[in-house]
């Protein structure tokens, strides 16, 4: 069994801000029902663009639930420039730690976020700059590079547990192991 | 919290009558069995009649029964056994629905030692493809490995059919039957396999023991080279209260065959039909005719296994999910992918496996339970909206 942390058990048997937020000017999706999870997230932003309620709807695993339950929590308050510095981090310091194997449940919070902002904005999310590397979960050289660097990642394992990027077909694991060893040189 | 247990393809409970026979050779009994004295040849005695009663339940002689430490050791040491037989064959088939123990092993053996591995696929309803199986047959090929059961769905391989076709072709049949000793008749003489892998904890005995059978006449080599023991197949002192146990729980498991075809079966398929009947989008994973008695792979659209176990959890219910996120990797199960199973139904997928200690009741308790939990899951679902999958 997974080493859940109280808080993380807390906010999946107890999720805050669940549902669909009715008066939402802004919504961000990621993942989809292939991966094994996916969050969508609806936010109000008043005029000053302060994020004045949060809500989310999750598929997926228990810390995939917690850790969208505790993004809507940390982000009620805040600015939308407060919010876009946000990092998955910050949602897995909340819930005091996620096991190494989900921290991509976290970073799918921070992903979602970044597209509610954009989407309030206006912004089209451009094609994600770099290449695709991982096909089977749509991840870029950029993205695992950027990954490596500022989590200090090691293996291609610890990039699958960070961006699933290799975990599914594994056909990429040789690309992404190049990508580590390009950081780390 | 009363414990509902439904994990039985996971591991089993110690039967009470196989611990009352383990308990004098953890204490007064402890002499080992080759031993030269009366003491230790208490435990060779019994050991003796452990060896006969597992032998009984697969219709084996007791010569044709070595003692392991586990399942995946009887499957590592038959194959290797097999490639050793064969030095010159340098193909193996085995599916691609296998145990790990299988599975890796043949990717092992592909990656590091070259040999051409032929993995069969399944259908939908994980049934295996023999036209695949007996067109791959080549005098290239050393071993044929198949399980006669699988874990995660229950289907069963018709290894009698399969043993019919390979044989007087100077292939080797090796069977991983861990999940249907117990459940369904295994005869291995009328089955004709070579080798044949089974585990104690899968039928009430305790974990790390287990047995390799093999067929007399079949060239073996040892994976543990030592002592004499198991007549020079298996080196080490022999863990005797377990093979005890093992001895006492395959005479039980032979004893309860038939309640496993009666009141296991219709437990589950009354838990089946109620799931069925009470929850939307929700379908059995596997052929339901050609499936062990016991086993109920069941796949819920829109919602993730994990989140379902451990709301179970909290109702006391132990199933088991073939979902990446129980398991640390992160694509749903290999068997449920090999059955094409579509990601909608297979993240959400749901094993409950029973044992003849469940009752009606229990079935009821988590009949109860799961409805509630299915409805909160899909509730905060993106995918699931006005009752259906979107």
Same mark, same amino acid.
């Not at chain 1, 917690?66 to 939308?80: D, N, V």
């Given at each position: ?36 999870? %996916? ?24 810390? %995939? ?50 597209? %509610? ?29 950027? %990954? ?38 | ?74 499957d590592n040491s038959a194959v290797y056994s097999a490639i050793n037989t064969y030095p010159d064959k340098k193909h193996i088939i085995t599916s691609n629905v296998e145990h790990p123990a ?289």
């Amino acid at each position: 069994m997974w080493d859940y942390t109280d808080k993380v058990k807390d906010h999946f048997l107890k999720p805050r801000n669940v549902g669909e937020l009715k008066d939402a000017n802004a919504v961000g999706e990621t993942g989809s029902l292939n991966c094994g999870d %996916a969050l969508r997230l609806y936010l109000k932003v008043n005029e000053n663009e302060r994020i004045v309620d949060a809500s989310f709807m999750t598929f997926g695993c228990a810390s %995939a639930v917690a850790s969208s339950s505790a993004l809507t929590e940390i982000i009620k308050g805040m600015t939308l420039t407060e919010a876009a510095k946000l990092t998955n981090e910050d949602i897995s310091d909340y819930l005091g730690g996620l096991p190494k194997e989900k921290m991509h449940c976290s970073v799918m919070g921070q992903a979602a976020l970044k597209k %509610a902002i954009a989407n309030y904005r206006g912004v089209q999310i451009l094609e994600k700059p770099g290449q695709v590397v991982c096909e089977c979960f749509d991840v870029t050289d950029l993205e695992i590079t950027d %990954a490596v660097k500022k989590n200090g990642l090691k293996t291609t394992e610890d990039v699958t547990n960070y961006l699933k990027a290799g975990g599914g077909c594994g056909k990429c694991l040789d690309r992404i192991e190049e990508l580590i060893e390009s950081v780390n040189a | 919290m009363k414990i509902v247990y439904t994990d039985n393809n996971a591991t089993t409970k110690v039967a009470d009558e196989v611990i009352q026979e383990m308990l004098p050779y953890f204490g007064e009994l402890y002499g080992n069995p080759s031993s030269m004295h009366t003491f230790g040849d208490q435990t060779a005695k019994k050991i003796k009649e452990a060896r006969q009663r597992v032998a009984d339940l697969i219709n084996a002689d007791p010569e044709e029964i070595v003692f392991t430490s586990c399942g995946t050791e009887s499957d590592n040491s038959a194959v290797y056994s097999a490639i050793n037989t064969y030095p010159d064959k340098k193909h193996i088939i085995t599916s691609n629905v296998e145990h790990p123990a299988i599975n890796n092993l043949f990717k092992l053996l592909k990656r590091t030692k070259g040999y051409r591995v032929t993995f069969v696929p399944v259908d939908k309803k994980g049934l295996l493809n023999l036209d695949v199986l007996y067109k791959s047959l080549s005098d290239e090929t050393a071993l044929v490995s198949l399980m006669w059961a699988n874990n995660e769905t229950g289907v069963l391989f018709p290894i009698k059919e399969i043993a019919q076709k390979i044989r007087g072709k100077g292939i080797l049949l090796h069977t991983d039957a861990v999940q249907a000793a117990g459940k369904v008749l295994v005869d291995v003489k009328a089955s004709g396999v070579d080798m044949l892998s089974l585990s104690g904890h899968k039928i009430h005995a305790p974990k790390g023991v287990g047995v390799l059978y093999i067929k007399k006449g079949i060239k073996f080599s040892p994976f543990f080279i030592g002592g004499h023991q198991e007549k020079g197949r298996r080196g080490g002192t022999e863990n005797a209260a377990s093979i005890i146990g093992l001895g006492k729980a395959a005479e039980l498991a032979k004893a309860h065959l038939p309640v496993m075809e009666t009141k296991v079966r219709e437990l589950r398929d009354y838990l089946q039909n109620q799931l069925l009947e009470k929850i939307l989008s929700c379908s059995v994973n596997g052929d339901l005719e050609r499936r062990l008695p016991n086993t109920l792979s069941i796949g819920f659209d829109a919602v993730e296994g994990e989140s379902i176990l451990l709301m179970l959890d909290r109702e006391g219910i132990c199933a088991s999910s073939g979902s990446a996120c129980t398991s640390g990797s992160l694509d749903p199960s290999h068997v449920l992918m090999a059955m094409e199973v579509p990601f909608k139904s297979a993240h959400g997928s749901i094993r409950f496996s029973l044992s003849h200690y469940n009752t009606r009741e229990e079935m009821d308790h988590i009949i109860t339970a799961l409805v509630p939990v299915i409805e909160r899951l899909r509730a905060m679902s993106p995918f699931w909206k006005d009752g259906k999958l979107v």
